[in-house]
Nanobody, 124 residues
């Protein structure tokens, strides 16, 4: 069992940056692949980025490539999403998720644990 708590969301102007953090409690954080997803009003939850157990392997959704960076610190049980050059279409609730299988790909169904989400609003 792992519990996830996101932080760092807020309101930012287009072109600005935010850094989201996800703190994990429980055992064996390094055995989970981790992912970030987002859900905008009226839309389905979509994959943003994922990172493997060791942090060497990452995946990004095409629309965030070059702007968002996912990283993790297994010593601190945290995963971070650095978001730069934000656009109004990035506005959504962002969720952190943990995959016991350690695969860390883009399908939400692969993930076993979810945080409560943090709101990101980008104004134009």
């Amino acid at each position: 069992q792992v519990q996830l708590v996101e932080s760092g969301g807020g309101l930012v102007q287009a072109g600005g940056s935010l850094r989201l953090s996800c703190a994990a409690s429980g055992r064996s954080f390094s055995s989970y692949a981790m992912g970030w997803f987002r859900q905008a009003p009226g839309k389905e939850r979509e994959f943003v980025a994922a990172i493997g157990r060791s942090g060497r392997r990452t995946y990004d959704q095409e629309s965030v490539k070059g702007r968002f960076t996912i990283s993790r610190d297994n010593a601190k049980n945290t995963v971070t999403l650095q978001m730069n050059s934000l656009k109004p279409e990035d506005t959504a609730v962002y969720y952190c998720a943990a995959d016991r299988g350690g695969v860390g790909l883009g399908s939400a169904s692969l993930y076993d644990y979810w945080g409560q989400g943090t709101q990101v609003t980008v104004s134009s």
